[in-house]
Every structure is written in structure tokens, then in C-alpha cells.
């Protein structure tokens, strides 16, 4: 089975803080992922990266930067957090040529 | 329009068949997907439909795809209170967009 793990469930931080969300997947997936889930706008796509050093912008990039050094983990900045970045944030990853994503359990953020 | 769009809410009764709409909006999206989400959880992929298809069964899921009018639903058969869940439509446009998601709530 594919396993997309996110580290964090439940996360509260400070307005400013520089916050990392981390997302390690174990299935050789080319491709990564990450969304942001609010009530009433479904997932949107803040980054995503088809191979290790690249990424590109989603939809809602602003506030927001990634990383991704290795094929398995693909990270999530907000470099300096604002109260309207509080959310579920979810990552995902599919294999390169394919579109069926897989998703981890998510990382409810909460900025104070 | 521009985004996938889906009502929010659907309440059914313990037994009674659920069906869950979804509009889209590339015709030429070459999948399409159902996700599945609980209490708590990510999203897990439920079923998909490829676009040279009109109907998909699986057990208790029929997957209807309408390309002349972007339409799509989910028929879920004699539903139980464990489909209570928010499930999302996706289509395919360069990468996977979700509609707002519809929080099905099954009533004993």
C-alpha cells in the first residue's frame, strides 16, 4: 500500500513564526504535492514538484515556498505565519505519468 | 464556469440510495475521480471513470459521466451510516482539481 505520512497531525504557532510542514512518502512517486483544504473551497493546490529540486507554483503559492532535496519528502514553508494561513493542509503523491493522487491524513494548522 | 462545482450537503436515511452531483469543466479530461474523505482524515481515492466510459460499477458504486453536459455523479446503493464522509469530484486539467467537496450525512 502506498503510505504518505505527514509529521505533524495538529499544529498551533505564533503569527510570524517560520513553520515547516513535512511529507515523506514510501513509493517512489515522481510527483508531490501539497493542498490546503478550508470549508466550502475544497482543496486548493499551493505547490507541487514532478522530481527532486523542482516545483512549481499551484494556485495559491502567496505566503508559501517548498523544498524538495529527495524524491521522498517534500516539504511545506510558510516563512513568516499569518492567521490566515490557519487550515488543513494535505499532501499528496502519484506516480510520474499518472494522475490518481494519494493522500496523507492531513496537518490541521493553527496560527495564533 | 472555471471551477468544478458540487452542492455542499446531502442528508440521506440508512438504506436509501445517496447520489452525489458533480459539473466540470475540460471536456477533454481524459480521467475522472471520486474521493473519499472521514472524519480526521486525507482523502482516499474511491473510484474513477475514464472518459471514454458512460457508466463505471463497483458493488455498491455507479459512477454516471454525462461529456455532453460535464456532468458527473456518484450513486452510492443502500447507504449506511460508515458513507457519512465529505467526498470530492477531481478532474484532471494538467493536474487534479476538486470540486468544494459534499458532506454526505446518513441518518439511521
Known amino acids: 500500500d502506498v503510505k504518505v505520512t505527514q509529521s505533524s497531525r495538529y499544529l498551533v504557532k505564533r503569527t510570524g513564526e517560520k513553520v515547516f510542514l513535512e511529507c515523506v512518502q514510501d513509493?517512489?512517486?515522481?510527483?508531490m504535492f501539497w493542498y490546503r483544504q478550508d470549508p466550502g473551497l475544497g482543496l486548493r493546490l499551493i505547490y507541487f514538484?514532478?522530481?527532486?529540486?523542482?516545483?512549481e507554483k499551484g494556485d495559491i503559492p502567496e505566503g508559501y515556498s517548498v523544498s524538495r532535496e529527495k524524491k521522498e519528502r517534500f516539504s511545506l514553508i510558510l516563512e513568516s505565519a499569518s492567521t490566515n494561513q490557519t487550515s488543513m493542509y494535505l499532501c499528496?503523491?502519484?506516480?510520474?505519468?499518472?494522475?490518481?493522487?494519494?493522500f496523507g491524513q492531513g496537518t490541521r494548522l493553527t496560527v495564533v | 464556469g472555471e471551477d468544478v462545482e458540487q452542492s455542499l450537503f446531502l442528508s440521506v436515511r440508512e438504506g436509501d440510495s445517496s447520489v452525489i452531483n458533480c459539473t466540470y469543466t475540460?471536456?477533454?479530461?481524459?480521467?475522472l475521480y471520486w474521493y473519499k474523505q472521514e472524519p480526521g482524515a486525507g482523502l482516499q481515492l474511491l473510484t474513477y471513470?475514464?472518459?471514454?466510459?458512460d457508466m463505471k460499477q463497483d458493488q455498491r458504486l455507479t459512477v454516471l459521466l454525462n461529456k455532453k453536459d460535464k456532468h458527473l455523479s456518484l450513486r452510492i446503493a443502500d447507504t449506511q451510516t460508515g458513507d457519512s464522509a465529505i467526498y470530492f469530484c477531481?478532474?484532471?486539467?494538467?493536474?487534479?482539481?476538486f470540486g468544494q467537496g459534499t458532506e454526505l450525512s446518513v441518518k439511521p
Open positions: 513509493m517512489d512517486h515522481e510527483n
Open positions: 514538484s514532478y522530481d527532486v529540486k523542482m516545483k
Open positions: 477531481a478532474e484532471v486539467r494538467g493536474k487534479l482539481i
Open positions: 471513470i475514464f472518459s471514454n466510459m
Open positions: 475540460d471536456s477533454s479530461s481524459t480521467y
Open positions: 499528496a503523491s502519484s506516480k510520474g505519468g499518472r494522475t490518481e493522487a494519494f
